[in-house]
């Protein structure tokens, strides 16, 4: 390219080409000289004189610039936006009581409560005080992890006896019907296993 060629001589275009063509063109010659540095500028200052001639005479009222030469700002400011626009945040009451544990503030309570499962899965029928204590210890390890996070001892108490009567009636509603189904445990086997579920969620994802 010799300094005393215009910028339309130098890209190969003719003056009355358009944008997609002068930006075509451009990539093309960037892509096919990317290894010579000297002609790389020189393409670019070809193209930044374009553009600005182009400019002047959209000023002067001779042509119509498309909105991405003379604002080129807006369309890279408009990008994120648009990925942003369409998510919703959640209410702020669901923010105050939901909590975003790790992957240990769920695996801990909930190796307990699956271990506590299996016993009340597997003791023997007619042994109901083994029941009765992995009810037990079942509320103490609630109350000790929802406290753990919280530090709110009283409150602690509080969801996990929320937990313990839905769990034991939200199960014993439901035992009927399932054992039917499935004779695989009893109804108080059934419930407390509900109990334990609904005690894990509590003390995992409720603050």
């Known amino acids: 390219m ?6 339309y001589d130098k890209l190969g275009l003719s003056e009355d080409a358009s944008f997609d063509e002068i930006q075509d063109v451009r990539n093309r010659l960037l892509e096919q000289h990317s290894g010579d540095v000297k002609r790389l500028e020189a393409i670019e200052a070809a193209y930044d004189a374009i553009l600005m001639e182009r400019l002047k005479m959209r000023q002067e ?3 119509k610039v498309p909105e991405r030469i003379r604002f080129p700002e807006r369309l890279v400011q408009s990008l994120p936006k648009e990925s ?23 695996l801990l309570p909930g190796a307990w409560f699956v271990g506590l499962s299996a016993i009340s899965i597997f003791y023997q029928p007619g042994s109901e005080q083994v029941l009765q204590f992995t009810l037990v210890l079942g509320v103490c390890i609630s109350i000790y992890f929802i406290n753990r996070k919280e530090k709110k001892f009283a409150r602690a108490v509080l969801l996990t006896l929320v937990g313990l009567t839905t769990g034991l009636l939200a199960g014993g509603l439901f035992a009927t019907w399932l054992i039917s ?5 009893n109804v108080n086997q059934f419930s407390t296993i509900v109990t334990f579920v609904l005690l894990w969620l509590i003390s995992s994802f409720l603050r």
């Not at 942003?84 to 769920?106: C, N, Y």
């Not at 189904?181 to 445990?185: A, S, Y």
């Open 2 to 7: 010799s300094d005393d060629q215009n910028p």
């Open 61 to 63: 009222g001779k042509i």
């Open 84 to 106: 942003q626009t369409p998510r919703q945040h959640s209410p702020a009451w669901l923010q105050r009581i939901l909590d975003k544990p790790t992957l240990t503030d769920t």
């Open 181 to 185: 189904q499935v004779q695989i445990m």
